[in-house]
């Protein structure tokens, strides 16, 4: 069973620049204003006070969050929690010691991605002429987020054409990874690894959701623009190196693809997140992921990837480091944007059914992570105290929805402290 559901609510910490809002910035004030010789304005007593995090009895936190720690319905559960300001570890069992992430691989994923292509960064797909007269061919580059936009614009520029081809040779790697199960694919949870489809793989009807995915999408992106430009075949081919360029269209920017794939936890988006940082570095996918975060000084220690999405079954990562990620993001590190993209405790996404009644609801950021005997939470959450926290649950041999309620309840326990 894949289950990926969410939550939201209305959001006290705004990452994006660093753990900078956790309070409102005192107005400054008013400088003495003379208007007239017989009359002037008083400054003004200043109405806002800026908020400090307030100090908290750290044993009492720490024998609550242990004691939830240990509830059974987690399984084998390692962890890690540490003040977002300070970077203290405030609660951890066994963090060095990797267990099934499920979904919460995508927040490496994305870590890699921001620090090696940056915040900004667009895919360009490229239409070229063919070999023969009529004919043009798409170069398909990555982008699996093309809409009946994108298509239009292509169409648009191109105009008529003959036979439209498409050229996949950008993804020389599998199309279906070890731990994927192929009825996935019908399920909605995966789609065939080829470097340009229509909404992950959905086609033109369905933007998001765990529809049933395409078995070819990259054929599907062909016949859709062949259908607009008048062409009569489609198939694949490679395109010549200096081939005429006739049509191009970009991606949505990074952190926007992010953010749809951190809100559904789109499996397909993730795995092309993943195959752009591998070539950009030249290597291969995941392991540019793992390479480019221990570049960057993460510990990747113990942590071993056959996916980028979490899909696998055999994806191993430890507490320390996905939580070494949020906190760098939450410290105002090159990765902040990374916190931006994902959900709220019941407003969004995989979390919008999940904090119903719990006092997380609207306070905690997370992402989640499901399979089979598997529950990930792992993200921020601000407390009432105005601390904010980081924090990397995983839950092994667990059944889902005890375990789910589990680590619920643990990060909304953050909030009093």
Do not use: C
Request: glycine fraction near 10%; hydrophobic fraction near 45%.
């Amino acid at each position: 069973m894949k289950v990926w559901t969410w939550v939201t609510g209305a959001v006290a910490l705004v990452a994006v620049g660093g753990v900078a809002g956790f309070g409102v910035v005192a107005q400054r004030e008013l400088a003495e204003l003379t208007v007239a010789p017989a009359y002037s304005l008083p400054a003004a007593a200043p109405v806002l006070e800026p908020a400090t995090p307030e100090a908290v009895d750290a044993g009492a936190r720490y024998d609550t969050v242990a004691a939830l720690a240990a509830d059974p319905a987690l399984g084998t559960f390692h962890a890690r929690i540490s003040d977002a300001v300070t970077g203290e570890t405030v609660f951890e069992t066994q963090p060095d010691q990797p267990l099934r992430p499920a979904s919460s691989t995508k927040l490496l994923t994305g870590a890699a991605a921001i620090v090696e292509l940056g915040a900004t960064d667009t895919i360009t797909t490229e239409v070229v002429r063919g070999a023969n007269e009529g004919e043009v061919v798409i170069k398909a580059a990555g982008d699996v987020w093309m809409n009946a936009d994108a298509i239009d614009d292509l169409a648009r520029q191109i105009g008529h054409a003959d036979a439209v081809y498409i050229d996949t040779s950008a993804w020389p790697g599998e199309t279906m990874l070890p731990g994927w199960n192929p009825v996935d694919i019908d399920a909605g949870f995966i789609a065939p690894l080829e470097p340009a489809m229509l909404n992950g793989g959905r086609g033109l009807e369905a933007e998001s959701g765990d529809v049933p995915r395409s078995h070819t999408p990259a054929l599907d992106v062909a016949q859709a623009v062949a259908d607009r430009v008048g062409a009569a075949t489609t198939g694949f081919t490679t395109a010549g190196p200096d081939a005429e360029v006739v049509a191009t269209v970009e991606s949505p920017d990074l952190v926007t693809r992010l953010r749809a794939t951190m809100k559904d936890s789109d499996n397909v988006m993730a795995e092309a997140i993943g195959r752009e940082v591998a070539l950009h570095r030249g290597s291969t996918s995941p392991q540019a992921t793992l390479d480019a975060l221990s570049e960057r000084g993460f510990n990747t220690a113990g942590t071993s990837l056959t996916d980028s999405s979490g899909l696998s079954t055999l994806n191993l990562i430890t507490p320390s480091l996905l939580n070494d990620v949020l906190l760098s993001a939450a410290q105002g590190g090159d990765i902040a944007p990374l916190l931006d993209a994902l959900p709220v405790a019941h407003g969004e996404g995989t979390l919008q059914d999940r904090y119903v009644e719990l006092p997380g609801r609207g306070w905690v950021r997370a992402k989640t992570g499901t399979l089979d005997n598997t529950s990930a939470l792992a993200g921020t959450v601000t407390s009432t105290r105005g601390n904010v926290y980081t924090f990397a649950l995983l839950s092994n041999d667990s059944e889902i929805l005890p375990a789910r309620r589990a680590l619920d309840t643990l990060a909304s326990a953050l909030r009093d402290f």
